[in-house]
């Protein structure tokens, strides 16, 4: 099993930046894919961007290919996605989530363990 928890969110505006960051522990982390994913009020949870296991893959959802970058670091077992140019419609609570895969993947059947989430409130 693998513990997840996720930092970095809050209130930013239009246009801004944050960094969100994940420290797994448990499992051996560069054993398997990470991803990021994310639910906004009503809706259902979505992918956002995923990577493999040595971070020589990633995949993003298009409404945040270009603005986004996930990352990782099996030194310290840790990710993170920065993400640029932040709209309103990127408000909701983001989810670091562990694959049971080394290949990058983007269903959620495919991911393990979640994190608690953390909010992030992009204001117009």
């Known amino acids: 099993q693998v513990r997840l928890v996720e930092s970095g969110g809050g209130l930013v505006q239009a246009g801004g930046s944050l960094r969100l960051s994940c420290a797994a522990s448990?499992?051996?982390?560069?054993?398997?894919?990470m991803g990021w994913f994310r639910q906004a009020p009503g809706k259902e949870r979505e992918f956002v961007a995923a990577i493999s296991w040595n971070g020589g893959n990633t995949y993003y959802a298009d409404s945040v290919k270009g603005r986004f970058t996930i990352s990782r670091d099996n030194a310290k077992n840790a990710m993170s996605l920065t993400m640029k140019s932040l709209k309103p419609e990127d408000t909701a609570v983001y989810y670091c989530a562990a694959s049971r895969y080394t290949a990058v993947t983007a269903r959620v059947p495919d991911f393990g363990s979640w994190g608690q989430g953390t909010q992030v409130t992009v204001s117009s």
């Open positions: 448990g499992r051996t982390f560069s054993s398997y894919a």
